[in-house]
T-cell receptor
Framework: DTEVTQTPKHLVMGMTNKKSLKCEQHMGHRAMYWYKQKAKKPPELMFVYSYEKLSINESVPSRFSPECPNSSLLNLHLHALQPEDSALYLC???????????????????FGPGTRLTVL | DQQVKQNSPSLSVQEGRISILNCDYTNSMFDYFLWYKKYPAEGPTFLISISSIKDKNEDGRFTVFLNKSAKHLSLHIVPSQPGDSAVYFCAARILNTNAGKSTFGDGTTLTVKP
């Protein structure tokens, strides 16, 4: 199984709603990532989990709350979002977040298909 | 300050010819570079990578060249096929730090015409 799955595919929510995005991988990867991508822009890193611990938070507003319940699952909890938060949210995983030079393949990130989020 | 730049937003090539996608970076600490391909409504897919100890890496029709002194890398696709039409992102990393953080360029949309 070399797939990263994300649910839901599409999500429409109001500014007062609470929702969660889910991501799952069964490749035994120990690093998982959340990215936000706006149209015609590159993926923008939000969070990195390394061995189930949050290792990078790219100054993301607190209305986005990540959670890593176990090594296969990554959630992104959403609350009180703004319309400008509408974007494609991508999850990714890689084998080892800090692999040495001799194990370069460990650095390749496998991306999920994303959740298209619209905030009304 | 954008540390990874892809200055051509789009590129159009005839099927069978060579596609050359370019990427420039400013941070000399980057020591690992990756190319990803993205189709609409899908997540990016890893294509090929190169470490700073090499100047060339080849995988089938795809070759990545790295010129460290110029802080420039390029992706060559030969021969180009219509199925290669996608957005190509260049990404750079500093290995053993930043817990897996990659810095992406803005992407180049490649169109391969039959």
């Amino acid at each position: 199984d070399t797939e990263v799955t994300q649910t839901p595919k599409h999500l429409v929510m109001g500014m007062t709603n609470k929702k969660s995005l889910k991501c799952e991988q069964h490749m035994g990867h120990r690093a998982m990532y959340w990215y936000k991508q706006k149209a015609k822009k590159p993926p923008e890193l939000m969070f990195v989990y390394s061995y189930e611990k949050l290792s990078i938070n790219e100054s993301v507003p607190s209305r986005f709350s990540p959670e890593c319940p176990n090594s296969s699952l990554l959630n992104l909890h959403l609350h009180a979002l703004q319309p400008e938060d509408s974007a494609l949210y991508l999850c990714a995983s890689s084998q080892d977040p800090v692999a040495p030079l001799g194990s370069l393949s460990y650095n390749e990130q496998f991306f999920g298909p994303g959740t298209r989020l619209t905030v009304l | 300050d954008q540390q990874v730049k892809q200055n051509s937003p789009s590129l159009s090539v005839q099927e069978g010819r060579i596609s050359i996608l370019n990427c420039d970076y400013t941070n000399s600490m980057f020591d690992y570079f990756l190319w990803y391909k993205k189709y609409p409504a899908e997540g990016p897919t890893f294509l090929i990578s190169i470490s700073s100890i090499k100047d060339k890496n080849e995988d089938g029709r795809f070759t990545v060249f790295l010129n460290k002194s110029a802080k420039h890398l390029s992706l060559h696709i030969v021969p180009s096929q219509p199925g290669d039409s996608a957005v190509y992102f260049c990404a750079a990393r500093i290995l053993n730090t930043n817990a897996g953080k990659s810095t992406f360029g803005d992407g180049t949309t490649l169109t391969v015409k039959p």
